[in-house]
Each structure stands twice: as C-alpha cells, then as structure tokens.
T-cell receptor, first 113, second 113 residues
Framework: GDKVKQSPSALSLQEGTNSALRCNFS?????VQWFLQNPRGSLINLFY???GTKENGRLKSAFDSKESYSTLHIRDAQLEDSGTYFC???????????????FGAGTRLAVCP | EAAVTQSPRSKVAVTGGKVTLSCHQT?????MYWYRQDTGHGLRLIHY???????EKGDIPDGYKASRPSQENFSLILELASLSQTAVYFC????????????FGKGTRLTVV
C-alpha cells in the first residue's frame, strides 16, 4: 500500500477561507517536507519539519512522528495558493528511507474568488 | 538559496534512442537525486548518489542509469528510451548531514515518441 497517504486528493476553497491538508505515514518518518507545485510545474519548498510545528505567514504545519501524521493548515486562502500540495517523508537510518524522500500523491487545491 | 539547474528543460526523443538528462547544483551538497513524475501523481525516486563516482538505485531504477562524475553534476541516462518513460524528471540535492532538506530543479519534460 501507499507509504504516504494524502487527503483530500482535491479541494476547492473560497477565497478568504481556511482549510487543512493531511498526510498519514506507514513508514517511520523522521522528517517531513511540504511542497507546493505551482501551475508552471516548479516545486516550492514550504516546510521542512522534524517533530513539532512551524508557521510561515498564513501557513502552519505540524508533524507528529509518534502518531505518524503531518498537517498543513492554510488560513485566509488566496488565489495564488492554488496548485498541488505534496508532502514527503524521510525515514530513519534503519528504515531504508534515510536521506530519501517518499512522496504522497498530492492534494490539488483550487482557490476561487 | 539552493540552486539546482536541469538541462534540457524539455526534450522529444524517439523510441529506442539514447537520452541524457543533466543536472548541476551549486549548493555544495553531497546528495543528489533523480525523481520522475507522471501526470497527476507524486514523485518517485529513480537513482540517487551521496558521493562522486558512486550511484545507488532508488525505487524505480529499471530502464535508467545514473552518473555522478563530480559533486556538482548528476546525469540520468536512458539507453533505450521507451514510450513508458514519457514523464517529467526532477533533479534534487540535499546536504544529507545535519539538515536533510531537499531542493529541486525546475524539471525536464521528456516526451518519447
């Protein structure tokens, strides 16, 4: 099965509203990264997380390694937030995923006026 | 900020032909990676390297070779391109030491006809 499961697979938001994206891991993740793939296809680094939380502007992310999940919260969604959000997990030295990212399938987000 | 540059940015290749995708990083990073993305999906690891003159197989290495002639350069080689290798290919690098954050290039769109 999928080692990194993202939900939802697609989401439509009204401008100005809030939402949360989630990743569940079936590998022993030690770090998590969140990326936004913009409409031109570039991958933009949003967060690099060890267990804990980080915040950057309207975005906030949390990673709980014991419960094997990570979340990305978007506050006051803007049109430019549209794109595909990917989470990716790195495993520990014994996991076979050390220094290698395993990606989820992504969440396609459309922000509408 | 991390700088990973890929060339070419797009390529059309004929079935059975040889294709070489190139990647150059100026981050002084030890780790370099090649990922492939199929339309509507996440990224999957093809090959990676943690030191010059050495490469390792990722999750989907069949049909691909890699070459790391120097710390800065990492190539992906398709000896006999096939239709199923049509995809977008991303190169990435990371320090791989205390901070394992991965930084991606802008991608190469490969179409095999």
């Amino acid at each position: 099965g999928d080692k990194v499961k993202q939900s939802p697979s697609a989401l439509s938001l009204q401008e100005g509203t809030n939402s949360a994206l989630r990743c569940n891991f079936s590998i022993a993740a030690t770090t998590v990264q969140w990326f936004l793939q913009n409409p031109r296809g570039s991958l933009i680094n949003l967060f690099y997380l060890v267990p804990g939380t980080k915040e950057n502007g309207r975005l906030k992310s949390a990673f709980d390694s014991k419960e094997s999940y990570s979340t990305l919260h978007i506050r006051d969604a803007q049109l430019e937030d549209s794109g595909t959000y990917f989470c990716a997990a790195e495993g520990g030295m014994l996991s076979g995923s050390f220094n290698k990212l395993t990606f989820g399938a992504g969440t396609r987000l459309a922000v509408c006026p | 900020e991390a700088a990973v540059t890929q060339s070419p940015r797009s390529k059309v290749a004929v079935t059975g032909g040889k294709v070489t995708l190139s990647c150059h990083q100026t981050n002084n990073h030890d780790y370099m990676y090649w990922y492939r993305q199929d339309t509507g999906h996440g990224l999957r690891l093809i090959h990676y390297s943690y030191v010059a003159d050495s490469t390792e197989k990722g999750d989907i290495p069949d049909g691909y070779k890699a070459s790391r002639p120097s710390q800065e350069n990492f190539s992906l080689i398709l000896e006999l391109a096939s239709l199923s290798q049509t995809a977008v290919y991303f190169c990435a690098s990371s320090d791989g030491q205390a901070n394992t954050e991965v930084f991606f290039g802008k991608g190469t769109r490969l179409t095999v006809v």
